[in-house]
């Protein structure tokens, strides 16, 4: 039951590469997102995806992109990374948006220099 | 725009004592999350608080809600080693669409 598998676990990029951080669920949920943890800043929203075919920008959408492949599959993409943007990345799923709580990846950490 | 806030940000307890911990928000929401998630890992859910006055209860951590207040309560009973963790709340705004927004997070330890 392998529930959220983000990859890659660790990357490691220089300013102004481009990667795409991949996401996939196989608990049949419609809605997933992307979050961000920062020392001391707890969890913020980049973009979520209510249902397979709809994205929405969360709080801090600048710099990334994102595609809801099909229901199972939610990729992030960084264009021009930033130092800014080294962080633990999380992807997260949900069945039901209204009740039921997150399923968390286990998490990417994106070390930009 | 909805603020969580949770304090203390840091708490060292006692084992075998209790203690309770605090999350606030500031606007309309009838959702709240607690999460838990240990050092260098993923998170976890612990308890879905879905209406006013919801109180829910794992082993030695009791959560409860109150929709008026803004408040949610995590109870700790006999605090052990293995509570030692970091723990988010996290509330959904009513009627935004599930932008679900976190707390900075409560990080306990537990001595001895």
């Known amino acids: 039951n392998a529930g959220v598998t983000q990859t890659p676990k660790f990357q490691v990029l220089k300013t102004g590469q481009s990667m795409t951080l991949q996401c996939a669920q196989d608990m049949n949920h419609n809605s997933m997102y992307w979050y961000r943890q920062d020392p001391g800043m707890g969890l913020r929203l980049i973009y979520y995806?209510?249902?397979?075919?709809?994205?929405d920008k969360g709080e801090v959408p600048n710099g990334y992109n994102v595609s809801r492949l099909n229901k199972r599959e939610f990729s992030l993409r960084l264009e021009s990374a930033a130092p800014s943007q080294t962080s633990v990345y999380f992807c997260a799923s949900t069945r039901d948006r209204t009740i039921s709580p997150l399923h968390f990846g286990n998490g990417t950490r994106l070390t930009v220099t | 725009e909805l603020k969580v806030e949770q304090n203390p940000l840091f708490l060292s307890m006692q084992e075998g004592k209790n203690y309770t911990i605090y999350c606030n928000y500031s606007t309309t929401s009838d959702r709240l999350y607690w999460y838990r998630q240990d050092p260098g890992k993923s998170l976890e859910s612990l308890f879905v608080?879905?209406?006013?006055?919801a109180v829910k209860q794992e082993g030695r951590l009791m959560a409860s809600l109150d929709t008026k207040a803004r408040l949610s309560t995590l109870h700790i009973t006999a605090a052990v080693h293995d509570l030692s963790a970091t723990y988010f709340c996290a509330v959904d705004e009513t009627g935004a669409n599930s932008k679900l927004t976190f707390g900075k997070g409560i990080t306990l330890s537990v001595r001895p």
């Open positions: 608080l879905l209406s006013n006055g």
């Open positions: 995806s209510a249902s397979e075919g709809t994205t």
